[in-house]
Nanobody, 123 residues
Framework: QVQLVESGGGLVQAGDSLRLSCVGS????????MGWFRQAPGKERGFVAA????????YYSDSVKGRLTISRDNAKNTVYLQMDSLKPEDTAVYYC????????????????WGQGTQVTVSS
């Protein structure tokens, strides 16, 4: 009965900002590292960002470093992705995921996945 529900996606112009949210239920949220992945049409799902259980460490794809910021609020069972200076190449469905163990850049190390939220960035 674990659920991860993403929200906050939408249509924006290049240079704009969005904040994605992912709310978890049915799991001990603070026991899981959290990550964001994305998938554009015709492309493989790729790693975006991850954060450890206690927010001590974060990890980013080189393509988003400096523009996107991951954070979490364990009291609210929520992980966020602040997206600034968006580019058309950021257009994708963004997925939230939970991992009980490390190696956060590998999608097969995640135990649970959300349904995704669409982000579209126009040029």
């Amino acid at each position: 009965q674990v659920q991860l529900v993403e929200s906050g996606g939408g249509l924006v112009q290049a240079g704009d900002s969005l904040r994605l949210s992912c709310v978890g239920s049915g799991l001990a949220f603070s026991s899981y590292g959290m990550g964001w992945f994305r998938q554009a049409p015709g492309k493989e799902r790729g790693f975006v960002a991850a954060i450890t259980r206690n927010s001590k460490s974060t990890y980013y794809s080189d393509s988003v470093k400096g523009r996107l910021t991951i954070s979490r609020d364990n009291a609210k069972n929520t992980v966020y992705l602040q997206m600034d200076s968006l580019k058309p190449e950021d257009t994708a469905v963004y997925y939230c995921a939970a991992s009980y163990s490390g190696r956060y850049t590998y999608s097969d190390k995640y135990d649970y996945w959300g349904q995704g939220t669409q982000v579209t960035v126009s040029s």
